[in-house]
């Protein structure tokens, strides 16, 4: 049941999506070999830490959580942005989405991975990971934050396989220039989809229901992720807001990290056309409300606690505010608000280029940010209230920079590899809802909760 | 000389200027009842003291505030719907938007009014203005809620303006003196030309967008009043968003409940129909999930943390005095979003199972009702030694939770062949629950306080009267104001009649049809 | 059946996690698996009867 060629919808950018499929150049070989020299270093780095120890980081006590943690949250953060794009857009009926389903949800593939590896890289007894599945107690949270991210990771691989499978039976039939290997791959990859109309109606089905499933389990991940901090009593982690704080951060710089995927995809392969700019208008103002609502939770979290003014918890937000870490804190709201906001609301319009000036500052200082939620509170942590000689302090070392280097490196080696063996925009999806780009007349025409006027 | 739709003169325009009937004379007449009763209670507060209240020492706030709260939270009904729901243009809003809009006028007035009556001395209040501290969120609640509540008032007057014009111009001869000198005095000359429709348009356009922030900001600075002090179970960072999340939410039910009875009373089938219904039914289960993620992140918070202070008010809600009231709002809000979630997922052909029926429903019902009661009161000696036996009793919790799924699950059909009703038990079930969240929230942490030796609050008749005298006011405006007013916006909906035969008129040219077309017709069915 | 102390249990016991993770992605794999297949089946001979093209 192998047939030689299934069906496919038309779609007139079909030559346009499938071109970058057809050949790779010299400066794709020259961008792997240069993301795979910073893995290799990030390789040495991590020798280095498996030989002499954890003391070649800055990690100490009881600053036990650094540079890790941060990625591992930054890269769990990331993630979300494809289920955002695909599956919560797409229960609210967003049909503007489509042209970016697939590159959104390759980067939640491709940065969960790292997530997770940002965990076992943080560990100096990786083995004992296992002890997690061999003796984790149910009421834990680390062994919540294990299994909802493991569940994540699977459903987001099947979500994106699922949604590639018509795709790859399209490359099997379109690109037969492509080297034997590829094609092999494409027909293993392929099961055999026909292209049947039944096929497609079950796709579309499943998809709506994973979609749902989904949604449901961004928001219990980046929960329980928060909540390993959440649960604890430290001053400044102990908050009811840091649930809904780092979903709603992590959406927002999965967002950004949409824009700057989709900037690069549509200049680097010519995809003027499919990736339009009103794509980015819509994703603007998506940005637009996202900034507000975190800048109303950061404000919501820092003045609760400075009203308190219990002396726990003002160590902390003196260290964030005035302290050591204000510099680190102050850049963050500079490059989390103050601009991407600037530029958002006055500059960003059409012009795709300042939208990914935004966007990259969002992710840094999401990044920040990460930083600045995970170290201050241990540098001053409940009971050591007279610090020690050389304690309560957190300085990276070049072992950490190297190793987060080398996960950003490999996140995009696997992205930019991606992009040239499978389409990068969905072509079964877009099918039909291919839009010129004219810009939507009077009156306008989006109706809550329906694609086309009853 | 504003022309109007026949079919919107005899429903929206006519009733305006018919004589008030009985059903009107005997409802302003049992409202203003309540409210002439809750007067006198309120004059004897004022001449005895809050002494005739149940708030004591450290119960320092009380129904009352639990009133505030729960009026200014519904009067956010208006915003999401004029205003957020305009921004992102969403069409259906437009016959409700009117009785919204109200709704935040009068729930503004009612609840800024619970604060006056929570104070022995209201001439005090004054002092906000004379010697307000700009630290103090008391004062930045005085300043947002005012703000709000002349924003929402615009925001209603503005689109109001041509609609009391269309009523000036339209006037029956047979209309009152008095009548026709109030609509020419609001309609402010408005000719209805095109340069005064277009700043009317953009007017409410900006309305629109800066009422939303201030919206936020209202409730959320409400809910800081309580989370900037250090009393346990209130010094909580999520209260912010929290109280906004549930505000919306109450709102819409209010809502629902609103624009049934103007639908019902007034005969407004053909405008506010199925597609208001369906709409904000999903609004309103989005809303019940993202507050029943709030309220377990808060709980959670709190026993997870198993501070000292902190603990004994969860237990309170737990399992406590106040367990009654907090599973009761959680069996309140579990059954508004199954009225409204299980009647759409459910399959058309459910009918045929016997699970599925009313009867067996009822009798589920009984049996859970029967063990309810058997678990959670003293019973006789020889019951009471079965019961207190662990195993038997969590078989009893057991039985009572399936017993109630088999009586949701049997009313389910009947819920989908009405959605008008399944909405408005919906609607009703979370109002109630509101009111019971902002009590768990305010009264529990006031009875355990952090220095203080606990303490009880039993609310009095005063404290009851006034709560229903102020229902009853609100009850009364609303009554009242849609005896004078068109209870929907007749020409927001004109404007949306034009634009969807616009709409119908587009034609996107096609590509070729191919076989996957014929599938995409299928929506998501939720 | 002590559905009680199982509760009890569950909040104190040191008990293997692994469990709930396998179950999980187990149970998840499974029923990917099966939909999966499900939308492949898409269109049989023997389905064919069933289903009409609206």
Known sequence: ?454 | MLKVDPRDKTKLIDPLFAAPGARFWLAALALSAVIAWGGTMYARQFIFGLGETGMNRPTYWGVYMVNFIFFIGISHAGTLISAILRVTGAEWRRPITRVAEAITTFALIVGTLQIIIDMGRPDRLLFVILHGRLQSPILWDVISVTAYFLGSITYLYLPLIPDVAILRDNAPETAPGWQRKLYTLLALGWRGNREQWARLEKAISIMAVFIIPVAVSVHTIISWILATTVQPGWHSSIFGPYFVVGAIFSGIGALFIAMTAVRKVLGLEQYIAGRQYRNLGLLFVTMNAIWAYFTYAEHLSIAAGQQVEEFPVLAAKLWGEFAPGFWLMVALMAAAFWALAVPRLLPAAAERVPVFRPRYALASAGAAAVVLFLLVTPQPTSVHAALTDAQIRTLGWALLALFVVGAGLGVSPWLKARPVTASVIAAVCVVIGMWLERWNIIVPTLTHPRLIPYSLYQPTLTEISLTAASLALFGLMFLVFFKLFPAVSIWEVAEGRVIEEAQSKIVIPAPEPSETRRLRQRRLKL | MPIGEWIAAFFTSPGPGGVVVIVVIGLAAGIHVWLTRWILRGGEQAEEEKYRFK
């Open chain 1, 1 to 454: 049941m192998r047939p030689a060629a299934s069906y496919h919808p038309q779609n007139k950018h079909e030559d346009a999506i499938l071109s970058p499929l057809r050949r790779i150049t010299f400066a794709d070989r020259w961008l792997w070999a240069v993301l795979l020299g910073v893995m290799g270093l990030g390789a040495y780095a991590y020798s280095r830490q498996w030989i002499f120890g954890l003391g070649v980081t800055g990690l100490n006590r009881p600053v036990y959580w650094g540079v890790y943690i941060t990625n591992f949250v930054f890269f769990i953060g990331l993630a979300h942005s494809g289920t955002f794009i695909s599956a919560i857009l797409r229960l609210a009926g967003a049909e503007w989405r489509k042209p970016l389903t697939r590159a959104a949800e390759a980067i939640t593939l491709f940065s969960l991975p790292f997530g997770v590896a940002s965990i076992l890289i943080d560990m100096g007894r990786p083995d004992r990971a296992l002890n997690v599945i061999l003796f984790g107690r149910f009421q834990s949270p680390l062994l919540w934050d294990f299994t909802a991210v493991s569940l994540y990771l699977f459903s987001s691989v099947v979500f994106f396989y699922l949604s590639l499978l018509p795709d790859i039976a399209l490359c099997r039939d379109r690109l037969t220039e492509a080297p034997l290997w590829q094609q092999r791959m494409y027909d293993l990859f392929a099961l055999g989809w026909r292209g049947h109309p039944e096929q497609f109606r079950r796709l579309e089905r499943v998809l709506d229901g994973m979609a749902i499933f989904m949604t449901m389990l961004v928001v219990t991940v980046h929960t329980v992720v928060s909540w390993v901090f959440g649960m604890t009593i430290q001053p400044g982690w102990h908050t009811a807001l840091i649930g809904p704080f780092f979903l709603l951060g992590a959406i927002f710089s999965g967002t950004a990290a949409v824009v700057i995927a989709l900037a690069i995809l549509r200049r680097v392969y010519h995809m003027e056309e499919v990736l339009t700019v009103n794509l980015f208008n819509s994703l603007r103002k998506l940005l637009i409300v996202f900034t507000l609502g975190w800048l109303y939770m950061i404000v919501a979290e820092h003045l609760t606690i400075f009203y308190g003014s219990l002396p726990d918890e003002m160590e902390v937000f003196w260290q964030k505010f005035t302290g050591e870490y204000a510099p680190i804190f102050w850049l963050m709201v500079l490059t989390v608000f103050v601009l991407p906001l600037i530029i958002f609301v006055f500059l960003g319009k059409s012009r795709i280029g300042w939208m990914v000036t935004a966007s990259v500052l969002v992710n840094v200082g999401m990044w920040l940010e990460r930083y600045v939620v995970i170290v201050p509170t241990e540098t001053r942590p409940r009971l050591v209230s007279t610090l020690m000689e050389g304690i309560g302090n957190y300085q990276p070392t070049w072992v950490e920079g190297a190793i987060t280097a080398a996960l950003f490196a490999g996140m995009v080696l696997l992205y930019a590899v991606f992009t040239r063996l499978f389409p990068v925009v969905p072509v079964w999806e877009t099918a039909e809802a291919v839009e010129a780009e004219v810009p939507p007349a009077r009156p306008r025409r989006r109706v809550f909760g329906a694609g086309r006027p009853r």
